[in-house]
């Protein structure tokens, strides 16, 4: 092996052309890959994208099946300078695989000196056409979630902002933490196993893009925070055209007429000061167009998350805000540390959800339901039928349930 290494140092490309850049390296030792995380890539739902990290950036390899062999691959190489090491591999998941199915795989990265890193084999299930479980998580800032979830064994896990505490830590420049993916690799890291086998679908909370302490609120520009969310675009591949369009995104699952979007909104009240977080989302902003056009859509379902407070984003714009999420199903948010089912008098539901649910208090006026207890929502869609239970996070149990049907 030491003749290896000694011929990777001085010919790579011998090395490489020797064993075969396609093959399994079966005969070259291989560095780890630990951390894997999944998420869906493409508006219709139809590839997933598996991500990992290496110290540096090399060609890509994802080998995927439906058994442990996985004998179908695809490749890439990619680079961004301020992000070296960071992969993603976008995989024909519902072509190759087909739904109510599970997928193997494993990945492995090449670096231009010929050092190869390679993961053992994962699997995940593929989206169902029979019955689709969410499971939306608030506020979970790097901890680990909870086996209450894992063993509901839930298709896609959404986590509805705040997933890490921060991006900065002292003495840091804000250029330099508004880059920092290291927190969020402690989330990956904290949750190793559920994360390499279940899909993961995030939203921005305010924690997820603080470059530096709070201070206190002048009028604008933000100081505290980069308000683009750099850091969670890039390492998050989400369905856009480009990384920084990740901020917000929708996916449809045509089989149970789904649509899911997801939100940034958070802060509201900070808008225009130098504590300001997120996208804008006034009448004239881009995210206000964005979900106006893609409310309107056919689906039976329309499930909306985000991390803003209920009452205070669907007021916003003279109520305009609810005139759109009215359109759906359901708009969940995991802003407050509670747990919280609410019901405007046009039938709208909103819901909070925290997995730390023991702190301040700030009760929707419609609530209906509503108890200072950690918590996680989970949603079951089946055809012309969505389930919500808000679930105990310590022992898994039901504190609320509701269920909508469509002809």
């Known amino acids: 092996m030491c003749f290896l290494k000694y011929l990777s140092a001085i010919s790579c490309p011998i090395v490489l052309c020797f064993f075969g850049i396609s093959s399994n390296y079966s005969l070259l030792a291989a560095e780890t890959i630990d951390l894997l995380w999944i998420s869906i890539d493409q508006e219709n739902s139809q590839t997933v994208s598996i991500s990992w990290q290496t110290p540096e950036n090399g060609t890509d390899f994802v080998y995927f099946g439906k058994d442990e062999e996985c004998p179908i691959k695809v490749s890439s190489s990619q680079s961004d300078p301020r992000f070296p090491g960071l992969h993603h591999v976008r995989v024909p998941v519902m072509e190759k695989i087909g739904a109510d199915s599970r997928c193997f795989y494993r990945v492995e990265t090449v670096t231009k000196d010929g050092t190869l890193f390679r993961s053992e084999v994962h699997s995940f299930k593929t989206l169902s056409e029979k019955e689709l479980r969410l499971a939306f998580i608030g506020n979970i800032q790097q901890k680990p979630i909870t086996k209450n979830v894992s063993h509901l064994e839930p298709h896609i896990i959404l986590l509805t902002g705040d ?207 509503f108890e200072s207890i950690d918590n996680f929502l989970l949603l079951t869609v089946t055809p012309g039928k969505l389930v919500s239970e808000i679930r105990d996070w310590d022992s898994g149990s039901t504190l609320d349930r509701k269920e909508w049907k469509k002809e």
Not at 230 to 240: Q, V
Not at 320 to 340: C, D, P, S
């Open 163 to 369: 997933l890490v505490p921060c991006l900065w830590v002292k003495g840091m420049p804000k250029e330099k933490a508004a880059l920092n993916l290291n927190p969020f690799l402690k989330l990956v890291k904290n949750n190793q196993k559920l994360f390499a086998s279940t899909i993961l679908m995030p939203t921005l909370g305010n924690h997820d893009r603080e470059i530096a302490p709070r201070g206190e609120r002048v009028p604008g520009p933000s100081l505290s925070y980069d308000t683009q969310g750099t850091a969670y675009c890039h390492f998050f591949d989400l369905p856009g055209e480009n990384p920084m369009d990740h901020w917000r995104w929708f996916i449809d699952w045509k089989p149970l007429s789904l649509r899911i979007a997801a939100l940034d909104l958070n802060h509201l009240s900070d808008f225009g000061t130098s504590l300001e977080t997120c996208h804008p989302w006034q009448k004239n902003s881009e995210q206000f167009h964005w979900f106006d056009q893609i409310s309107q859509c056919e689906e039976n379902f329309l499930i909306t998350f985000q991390n803003a407070q209920c009452a205070g984003a669907r007021n916003k714009e003279n109520g305009e805000w609810h005139k759109m999420f009215a359109r759906g199903t359901v708009m969940i948010a995991g802003f407050g540390h509670y747990a919280e089912r609410a019901e405007t008098p046009d039938g709208m539901t909103y819901f909070n959800t925290s997995n730390y649910g023991r702190g301040d208090r700030y009760p929707d006026p419609h609530n209906k339901f």
